[in-house]
Every structure is written in structure tokens, then in C-alpha cells.
Antibody
Framework: EVQLVESGGGLVQPGQSLRLSCAAS????????MSWVRQAPGRGLEWLSY????????YYADSVKGRFTISRDNAKNSLYLQMNYLRPEDTAVYYC??????????????WGQGTLVTVSS | DIQMTQSPSSLSASVGDRVTITCRAS??????LNWYQQKPGKAPKLLIY???SLQSGVPSRFSGSGSGTDFTLTISSLQPEDFATYYC??????????FGQGTKVEIK
């Protein structure tokens, strides 16, 4: 069974940093691309970042570019999101998602349960 | 960036109703369009990928159609467990991967 479990969320002050983790199981993690998606309270879904299986290609949404860094450790079956210079508008539930690439069609076929990040003084 | 616009933003329907949700892209995206269902407090769930392909395990009352800029998600006979928010998402552009604003399906 595919499982994605996020951790590392919490309450931080503006300007501080936080590192989210996503532990993957039930599939060969090193073969799959991954993404982070967030959802602010009462709002819609926002894609944040993508990383390919070999970690040599990454993409970011403009809203987090230069502040957030996506990475992965295939030996540990883990995905990470380093978040620096956090702002109140970064308050959201953060999801990791398996980014399936099937014949150049990308879609998020599995999602974690999410971890809440609250940025407030 | 490719903008995705869903309509309506919300709708009220009864069990057994046929429900249609529309998603429009700001430019042609061929069939690079996915649909997700999200229930309160839960992670999104993939329903449809590549505009019309039903994800494994998803009931056949869900269907998707469209290409280019206009797409439709149809629920042929609404069931109690289908009351949720639905999002479209384009994958024509790998970055950014934009979502529609969501359509909330409520009980009439």
C-alpha cells in the first residue's frame, strides 16, 4: 500500500525557518517524481515545487522561489521541503504528492495526509 | 502561467442528480487536465487524469471530457459520499502546475 506521511509542521514566527519531511512507503520511491502542494485555510490548492527522481531537476512556484528548497533522499525514501523566511501568507496545510508521469501526462496519484504550518507572531 | 477557471464555484444538488462542473484553461492544454475530489479535513483524491481516464478504484459514475481549453467533470448520479469540493488541474505546463479555484458540491 502506498503511503506518504508528512511531518515537521508547527507554529513559527515570521522570518523563521521550518523543514518538512515526507516519508514514503509501499512503492519504489527512487523511481518516482514528487511534488509539494499547499492549501491555505479555507482556500484552494496551490502547487509549490517539483523534484524528479534523480533530484537533478526541480521547479518552484513564484510564490516560494528563492525561499523554499525541495530535496530528497532516495536511500531514506524521504522528500523534504526547507522553508526559509516564512511569511504569514505561508500558513497552510502542506501536502506531499507522488507525481506520476505516464506517457508525459503528469498527475498526483497519491497524497499524504498533510501537515499544518502556521506562521504568526 | 496557465490560468484555470472553474464554474460554478458552488452548486446545490440532490442525491441522484446529474452534476456537471466546467473547467476552462487560459490557453490550449490538449488533454493535460486532471480532476481531484477533496472532502473536509482530508487530502485530495485523484478522480480523472488526462481529461477522460478514470483513476483505478473510482466509481464509473464519474467521467471527464474535453480538450483544448474546455473540460467537463460529470457525476451521472450523485451519491451521498460525493458531496465534496472538486478541483481541476492542468499538467500541460510542468511548472507551474495550476489548479482551478474549486467547485463545492453541497446537498440541496
Amino acid at each position: 500500500e502506498v503511503q506518504l506521511v508528512e511531518s515537521g509542521g508547527g507554529l513559527v514566527q515570521p522570518g523563521q525557518s521550518l523543514r518538512l519531511s515526507c516519508a514514503a512507503s509501499g512503492f519504489t520511491f527512487s523511481n518516482f517524481e514528487m511534488s509539494w502542494v499547499r492549501q491555505a485555510p479555507g482556500r484552494g490548492l496551490e502547487w509549490l515545487s517539483y523534484i524528479n527522481s534523480g533530484a537533478d531537476t526541480v521547479y518552484y512556484a513564484d510564490s516560494v522561489k528563492g525561499r523554499f528548497t525541495i530535496s530528497r533522499d532516495n536511500a531514506k525514501n524521504s522528500l523534504y521541503l526547507q522553508m526559509n523566511y516564512l511569511r504569514p501568507e505561508d500558513t497552510a496545510v502542506y501536502y506531499c504528492a507522488r507525481d506520476l508521469n505516464s506517457w508525459s501526462v503528469y498527475y498526483f496519484d497519491y497524497w499524504g495526509q498533510g501537515t499544518l504550518v502556521t506562521v504568526s507572531s | 502561467d496557465i490560468q484555470m477557471t472553474q464554474s460554478p464555484s458552488s452548486l446545490s444538488a440532490s442525491v441522484g442528480d446529474r452534476v456537471t462542473i466546467t473547467c476552462r484553461a487560459s490557453q490550449s492544454i490538449s488533454t493535460y487536465l486532471n480532476w481531484y475530489q477533496q472532502k473536509p479535513g482530508k487530502a485530495p483524491k485523484l478522480l480523472i487524469y488526462a481529461a477522460s481516464s478514470l483513476q483505478s478504484g473510482v466509481p464509473s459514475r464519474f467521467s471527464g471530457s474535453g480538450s483544448g481549453t474546455d473540460f467537463t467533470l460529470t457525476i451521472s448520479s450523485l451519491q451521498p459520499e460525493d458531496f465534496a469540493t472538486y478541483y481541476c488541474q492542468q499538467s500541460y505546463s510542468v511548472s507551474p502546475r495550476t489548479f482551478g479555484q474549486g467547485t463545492k458540491v453541497e446537498i440541496k
